[in-house]
Nanobody, 120 residues
């Protein structure tokens, strides 16, 4: 059974930092790109950042550029999202997803999501 488990969410003040982690099991981890998505109340899920299977390329959506950094450790089957300079508009449920082959392909597996709340 494939599992993606997010951790590291919580409540932080505006301008603060959080580091999210996604731990994967049950799949050949370095066959998959891993991405972070988020969904705020009343809004559609949106992409945040993605790292390709061998960590040679990373991709960021505009809200994350310059503030967030995605990284992966294939030896530990984990992907992290370092989020700095957080803003209230970053408040959302954050999900990690795994896409076979690469970023931008269909996401085959999802985590259950974790809440991030940024207070003003």
């Amino acid at each position: 059974e494939v599992q993606l488990v997010e951790s590291g969410g919580g409540l932080v003040q505006s301008g603060g930092s959080l580091r999210l982690s996604c731990a994967a099991s049950g799949l050949i981890f370095d066959d998959y790109a891993i991405a972070w998505f988020r969904q705020a109340p009343g809004k559609e899920r949106e992409g945040v950042a993605c790292v390709d299977p061998n960590a040679s390329d990373t991709y960021y959506q505009d809200p994350a550029k310059g503030r967030f950094a995605i990284s992966r450790d294939n030896a530990r089957n984990t992907v992290s999202l370092q989020m700095d300079s957080l803003k209230p508009e970053d408040t959302a449920v954050y999900y990690c997803g795994a896409a076979y082959i690469g970023c931008g392909y269909e996401y085959n597996y999802w985590g259950q999501g974790i809440q991030v709340t940024v207070s003003s």
